[in-house]
């Protein structure tokens, strides 16, 4: 009787790490997920898989997980993924983004895994061309962004020199039920939500003209959680996300009328970010190799997580403890 392929979600508790561990479990797999609960809650691990509690960072611990399971599969999604704070926490950035990634990837060589799925970003493109295509240059503006291209470049020396099989995902501004709501530095949408309901105002960064396409979790998680049966997907970079862009102010917009039962006081605008302004890309490569197709309306996906942001209530948002840089950083980021 054969055995059964055991499969290694990192960032398990996660947002988008526990919607994968729950399509990974639809599919019939044994999965183990692993996560040190700082942006993620248990309850979101499915109750059909095993947790770990601990940190990629903890080599010792992720010796430990393989020595004791004959992991087939990982999916790596564990990470710090406030992109625009990692500017001011340099060293964390990297010890969480780039030497927690290289433990796993070490492991997976010495231990045959059969592929290695890598949770990257679009913000290894930084600034450049429209629409971002898998073959346009990175040319990352920011430490994370820095952070997920050092690693998909080790996974293609992996590869070369080892055969470690990988699958790369460049995703962007994922959304839905199970994110973390209470993070201040990243996931506008969630920050948006949980203002409303605290009767603040929203809070934008300039004019809000800055633009992205923002990807519901339900249009993305199957197609990952498939993909490793896919054997023309092993060893490419994909981009994976909405096809249409939108200006953050028209976003807020959207965002006040799916939460209507919260008084807003308005929008706030605070000193623009050094950031990329526009930021969406081409979706060809993955429509052809995975069949992915995105299928959920901004509207309909806002209207879903308001649902669920409304049941779950105020999440109390914590001031990062880790800052190593204060010059240039926003004010309310201060605070």
Known sequence: MKEEEKILVTGGAGFIGSHLVDELVKLGKKVIALDDLSGGFKENVNPKAEFVHGSVTDKE?????????????????????????????????????????????NESIKNKVKCFVFASSIAVYGKNQLPMKEETIPLPEDPYGIAKYAIEQ???????????????????????SRQHIGDKYRNVIGIFMNQIMQDKPITIFGDGEQSRAFTHINDIAPTIAKS?????AYNEVFNLGSDEPHSVKTLADKVISVMKNGEVHGIHHEQARKEVVHAYCDHEKAKKILDYQA?????????????????????????????????NLPPSWKK
């Open 61 to 105: 611990l992720i010796e430990k997980v393989f020595k004791e399971n004959k992991i087939d599969f990982v999916f790596h999604f564990a990470a710090y993924a406030a992109e625009g704070l990692s500017h001011f926490i340099r060293k964390f950035n990297y010890e969480n983004n780039l030497i927690g990634s290289i433990n796993l990837i």
């Open 154 to 176: 080790d996974l293609v020396a992996a590869h070369k020199m080892f055969g470690l099989n990988y699958i790369i995902y460049r995703m962007h501004n994922v959304y839905g």
């Open 228 to 232: 490793i049966s896919e054997r023309t």
């Open 295 to 327: 299928k959920v309306s901004l509207q309909e996906g806002l209207k879903d997580m308001a649902e669920w942001v409304k049941k779950v209530g105020i999440r109390k948002t914590t001031k990062f403890e880790n800052i190593e840089i204060e010059e």
